[in-house]
């Protein structure tokens, strides 16, 4: 449904790795599992570039 609607969903990659929905992908980022299929993993840097060009509406920030 997020791809559908166009929306990012992104975990971050410190709190994903504690948390452990993440495991390193050998390439100096993560791969997210055992999330819904369209999540990626990334940094502030990362999500800004996510955005250039389509800024959002709204941000939701969940910390659980």
Avoid: K, S, W
Avoid at 22 to 44: A, K, L, S
């Amino acid at each position: 449904m997020a791809c559908e609607q166009n929306i990012l969903l992104m975990l971050c990659n410190q709190c994903a790795t504690e948390r452990g929905p993440t495991e390193p992908n050998g390439e100096g980022g993560y791969t997210p599992r055992d999330v819904v299929d369209g999540v990626c993993v990334g940094c502030f840097p990362d999500l800004y570039a996510a955005l250039m060009g389509n800024l959002p509406d709204q941000v939701i920030t969940l910390y659980l």
